[in-house]
C-alpha cells in the first residue's frame, strides 16, 4: 500500500517515461528468451532429425551385409555376420554401433576396447517390449548423464522376408556446442542492438513524454490561477489528442460559467448590501422623528397664546426640531454620498503635491507627510483623490485617544513599478481582531457616532480605479492602510 501511495504521488510525465522504457526492457527480455527457446527447439529438431538420418542409413548398409553373407539369416550368426562388417560400419559412419539378440543379450559391437563376454549388460526388458509394441519396431531411449543429453535408438534388424533377427543400438551423444556458440554470438549482437534501442528510447521516451503532458502542464497552470474573484483567462490550445481538447473545452465552459457566477454573485452581495443599508438608513432616519414627534405633542398641550414666555418655549422647540432635522440631512447626505459616485474626472496630475496640500487642512502638529520623490505623475480624480486621502486621515486622528501623550500620524507616497502607494500609518489603539473582517463593509462603524460609510465608500473608488486597499494593525501600537493606484487609468 504504501508503494501505491508513493507511485500516486509520481508525475504522470515521469509515468509515462518510466512504462515506455519498462516496455522496452520487458520486449528485449521476451526477445532474448524466445530465442534461447528457437534455438534449443531448434538443436533438439536437429538431433532427433540427425540420428534419424544416420540411423536410416546404418540400417540400410546392415541390410546390404545381410544380402550379401554366405552365412545363414539367424540370430546366432549375426555376430559372425558383423565380425569386421560392424567396425567398418562405425567407421563410416561415426557412430557407435551395438547388435543384440531378440532377447537384449550383446551380440556385437563396435566398441574397440569392448569384448563380447557374461559381463556385458543387457537391453532393460521394458525397452524390449517398446521395440516390440511399437508400430516401427523402433524405440529412442533419452537420458542426462552428467549434463549431457544421451539418445540412443533401438530398432529391430530384419531379413528380406521381415522376419526379426536382433536389435540394433545406437548411442548418441548430443554435442550443443555449435548451437550453444551461436546463440551466444547472437545474444551479444542482440545485446548491442537493444543497448543502443535503450539510449535511443530513453531520448523518444523524454521526447513523448513531455510532448503528451505539455497540454496538461498548461490546463494545470491554468486551474491553479483560476479563481472565483478575478477575470479568468481561457486556454488557447489546439492539443494532438482528442481527450486533451475535450479537456480544454470542458475548462473554457468552465471559465464561462465561473464568470456568470461571478456577475450573479456579485449583483447578488450588491442587492443584500443596499438591502442592509436601506434598513439602516431607515433605522437612522426613525431615531430622530420620535423626539420630534414628542416636541410637537408637547407643545400643543402646553400652548398657550397668553403665556408670557411662548416667544422663547416656540424658541427651544424649533431649535429641538432643526437640531433633528440635521441629523436627518447628515444620514440622507451620507447615503447619497455612497448611493451615487460622482462621474471620474481623469486629469493628469502630481500626486505627491495633491496629497501634500490635501493634508494642509488638518491642524494636527503630529500629522507628517513624507515621500521619496517630489513628482509622481498619474491619470486619477483631483477630488476623489482627496477624498480618499481626507477620510483615512480623519480615521487615523480619530482612532488616536485624546489622554495619549505621544501621537502620531504618517502620510507616505512611494512609487511602486507602475503603481504609486499611498500609506496612512497612526500609533492609535488599532482595530480589534473580531473587527478586522468588516472594516469596508459599509455599515459597519466602531464610533459612537455616524454610520460607518467612509471606508466603504473609498474602497468602492479605489476599486474603480483598479487599485487595492489593504491594512495591517496591532493591537495598542497602531493601524496602517496602504493604498494602490495604477499610475496610468484610462
Known amino acids: 500500500m504504501a508503494g501505491f501511495f508513493k507511485l500516486e504521488r509520481v508525475s504522470l510525465q ?7 522504457i519498462v516496455l522496452i526492457l520487458i520486449a528485449s527480455i521476451l526477445m532474448a528468451s524466445i530465442s534461447i527457446i528457437q534455438f534449443k527447439n531448434e538443436a533438439k529438431d536437429y538431433h532427433q532429425e540427425r540420428l534419424e538420418r544416420k540411423e536410416s542409413a546404418i540400417k540400410e548398409h546392415i ?8 552365412y545363414a539369416l539367424t540370430t546366432g550368426n549375426l555376430r559372425y555376420i558383423f565380425k569386421d562388417k560392424i ?67 533401438y530398432s529391430q534388424i530384419k531379413d528380406a522376408k521381415f522376419k526379426p533377427l536382433g536389435i540394433l543400438n545406437i548411442p548418441y551423444v548430443e554435442d550443443d ?17 537493444y543497448a543502443l534501442m535503450l539510449v535511443i528510447a530513453f531520448g523518444l521516451a523524454y521526447f513523448l513524454s513531455t510532448y503528451i503532458t505539455q497540454s496538461l502542464k498548461t490546463i494545470s497552470d491554468k486551474l491553479s490561477e483560476t479563481s472565483l474573484t478575478q477575470k479568468n483567462e481561457k486556454i488557447v490550445l489546439e492539443a494532438n489528442s482528442k481527450e486533451i481538447n475535450l479537456l480544454i473545452r470542458a475548462y473554457n465552459g468552465m471559465v464561462d460559467e465561473l464568470e456568470e457566477s461571478a456577475v450573479k454573485l456579485a449583483q447578488s452581495e450588491r442587492e443584500d448590501a443596499w438591502r442592509e443599508m436601506a ?52 444620514v440622507a447626505s451620507a447615503f447619497s454620498n455612497f448611493a451615487s459616485m460622482p462621474a471620474q474626472q481623469n486629469e493628469t496630475l502630481n500626486v505627491v503635491e495633491v496629497v501634500e496640500l490635501a493634508l494642509d487642512i488638518f491642524n494636527e ?31 487615523a486622528i480619530q482612532s488616536i485617544p485624546e489622554i495619549q501623550k505621544e501621537k502620531g500620524v504618517v502620510v507616505t ?56 486597499i489593504t491594512f495591517a494593525t496591532e493591537i495598542g501600537k497602531g493601524t496602517c492602510f496602504t493604498v494602490t493606484l495604477p499610475i496610468l487609468n484610462s
Not at 541390410?63 to 554366405?70: M, Q
Not at 556446442?177 to 542492438?193: D, H, T
Not at 515621500?371 to 480623519?394: F, G, M
Open 87 to 153: 567396425h567398418e560400419l562405425a567407421q563410416i559412419h561415426n557412430l557407435e554401433i551395438n547388435i543384440y539378440s531378440l532377447n537384449g543379450k550383446l551380440l556385437k559391437s563396435s566398441k574397440a576396447s569392448f569384448s563380447v563376454d557374461k559381463d556385458a549388460p543387457p537391453i532393460p526388458k521394458y525397452i524390449i517390449k517398446l521395440v516390440q509394441s511399437s508400430i516401427d519396431k523402433r524405440y529412442v531411449d533419452i537420458k542426462n548423464i552428467n549434463g549431457v543429453k544421451n539418445r540412443s535408438s
Open 413 to 468: 507616497v512611494t512609487r511602486r513599478g507602475t503603481d504609486v502607494e499611498i500609506t496612512v500609518a497612526d500609533n492609535g489603539v488599532g482595530i480589534e481582531e473580531q473587527n478586522s473582517p468588516y472594516i469596508f463593509e459599509p455599515k459597519f462603524t466602531t464610533k459612537s457616532s455616524g454610520m460607518g460609510l467612509g471606508l466603504g465608500i473609498i474602497k468602492n473608488i479605489i476599486e474603480n480605479y483598479k487599485g487595492t
Open 365 to 395: 502638529e503630529y500629522l507628517h507627510f513624507k515621500s521619496e520623490e517630489k513628482e509622481i505623475i498619474a491619470k486619477i480624480d483631483r477630488t476623489q483623490l482627496i477624498r480618499i486621502l481626507t477620510n483615512l486621515v480623519k480615521n
Open 177 to 193: 556446442g555449435f548451437y550453444e556458440r551461436e546463440l551466444q554470438n547472437f545474444l551479444i549482437k542482440l545485446g548491442q542492438v
Open 279 to 330: 434598513k439602516q438608513v431607515a433605522h437612522e432616519i426613525k431615531n430622530p422623528l420620535t423626539p420630534m414627534r414628542l416636541t410637537v405633542q408637547s407643545f400643543q398641550r402646553k400652548f398657550d397664546p397668553n403665556d408670557p414666555e411662548l416667544r422663547q418655549k416656540v424658541r427651544d422647540y424649533s431649535e429641538t426640531l432643526i437640531q433633528q432635522i440635521d441629523t436627518m440631512s447628515a
Open 63 to 70: 541390410n546390404y551385409v545381410l544380402a550379401n553373407t554366405k
Open 14 to 20: 515521469l509515468r509515462i517515461f518510466l512504462s515506455m
